[in-house]
């Protein structure tokens, strides 16, 4: 916790041990584990917050990216009973529940008539539904709704989908066959929820019946190489420390090289050295702004590219409220704008950081677009059972107008766009990218 007096005079005087991280920012150099755990220790959150703001201009200029979604909650009945969730139920316990295909259909009708360009799909782990449910699911959305990108399923859901498809033994074979089905039914792309923190301690102190994150990581690299873009979530602020999501970052980090990397070799495009986790140097993909070496024009972001990365970092706050952990006090609003310009900072191999307002609030997501890192705030949502701060009911909508209020008050400009991050131009309802 930061005292208050040493915050004031670290506000005022500045940290100068941040001149060296400064330095490496401005230069388009990548940052170590050894960075990112002084920027989670110093008192002078607001030099973080100002460089993270720096590095998201810099890729994003005065852009801040909406979009119009609905969030899907299929089930809340799982198998598991992590202790940070608030939101599983057992199956004979009060407000457990399960969507029939029927019920998802009229939901994927109401999300046209919306002008809604994604339906965001998690759920729990469900011990008794078949992985039938699972793809005539999104069949029936893809029926009623073609246009709507389907982003669904956690990695956690999707070796659970593995394991009740018969396939969970072919390991990583299995993963990829899951994958290609759910693909076939019409999945678009992965959110990256699960992730929690990728640390064994803390796994086994918060989470333990979930995966570990070597198999959440061998889901999204089969998603990639499938060509599904996906996210990646950092549920933060229970009981990891700071270097356990320095940890986690350059985990990701990592991955994301690999990937870019094999990317950006089969177009033969060369790609400098840059300081990795084991402390040597291997060429790197650091992105440095959108007219620089990794310009949109030479990222695989086009939807039917080959292969698929991860297009977002998400750090999403822990909300202490009815889980098992709800005696902790969850991160306070200081430690979330730290957090958000941190993941800025760490993640230069990926192009977009979002505060998605649902579990920030909105008026904590303003402030880390305007200042803090993020270039994006997610969308319309409407129903989310996942997390409800501020004892929020199931209904969380907010509407474009509030969006565009919050972005331009900002100081920024709000740009529509669809899941895959392409510009969306509207007429009400109607949409086109
Ligand atoms: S976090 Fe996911 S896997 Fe864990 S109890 Fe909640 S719904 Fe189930």
Redesign the pocket.
Known sequence: MIRTEQAQQAAALGDAALDQIREKVEAGIRLTREDGELLFSTNDIWSVCALADGARRRLHGDTAWYNVNRHLNYSNI?A???SF?A??RKRDEDGAYERTIEEIREEAQRAVASGATEMHIVG??HPWLTFDYYTDMLRAIHEEAPRLHLKAFTA?EIVHLAKISKRGRDGIDGIRAVLRELRDAGLGSLPGG?AEVFDDRVHDEA?KG?IRHRAWMDVHQAAHELGLHTNATMLYGHVESPSERVGHFMLLREQQDATLLQWAQSKGITTPNAMCQDGVERPAVVLTGPDSMYGTDRQPTQPACETGWYQCAIPLPFVPDDSQLEALYGPSGLENLRTMAVTRLMFDNVPHVKAFWIMQTLPMAQLMLQGAGADDIDGTVVWYDITKVDGAGTHQETTVADLHRAIREAGLKPVERDTLYRRVTRDGAAWQV
């Open positions: 799982c598991l009973s992590c969730c939101f599983y729990g782990l956690v699960g989470f979930k």
